[in-house]
């Protein structure tokens, strides 16, 4: 079992700025892929960034200008730093532990937060 401890997110103004963080725990053996996800109201999930072991990283096209994300393996937490926030970044953001591996199981599995919403308004 990884369980994802999630930090952040809240009511953010227009042009504003946040960090999302994650942290992952448990008998883990590896995660092949930290990241989080969101999902809007009446919109499917999607993702905004994935990072995997060798810093290799996926983005949403829409905010990967305007932000940072970094994984650090040896605490099993992933940051995401999104600035010039838009109405449009209002979401429930998740974080998630994609093909993770732990000592209990045989197999891997994705693991995912319960979710941090995030406001962007005035």
């Known amino acids: 079992q990884v369980n994802l401890a999630e930090s952040g997110g809240g009511l953010v103004q227009p042009g504003g700025s946040l960090t999302l963080s994650c942290t992952a725990t448990?008998?883990?053996?590896?995660?092949?892929?930290l990241g989080w996800y969101r999902q809007a109201p009446g919109k499917a999930r999607e993702r905004v960034v994935t990072i995997a072991g060798n810093g290799g990283s996926n983005w949403l096209d829409s905010v990967k200008d305007r932000s940072v994300a970094y994984r650090d393996n040896s605490k099993n937490t992933v940051y995401l730093r999104m600035n010039d926030l838009k109405p449009e970044d209002t979401a429930d953001y998740y974080c998630?532990?994609?093909?993770?591996?732990?000592?209990?199981?045989?197999?891997?599995?994705?693991?995912w937060g319960q979710g941090t919403q995030v406001t962007v308004s005035r």
């Open positions: 448990g008998s883990i053996e590896y995660i092949s892929a």
């Open positions: 998630a532990a994609l093909r993770a591996k732990t000592t209990q199981t045989s197999g891997v599995r994705d693991y």
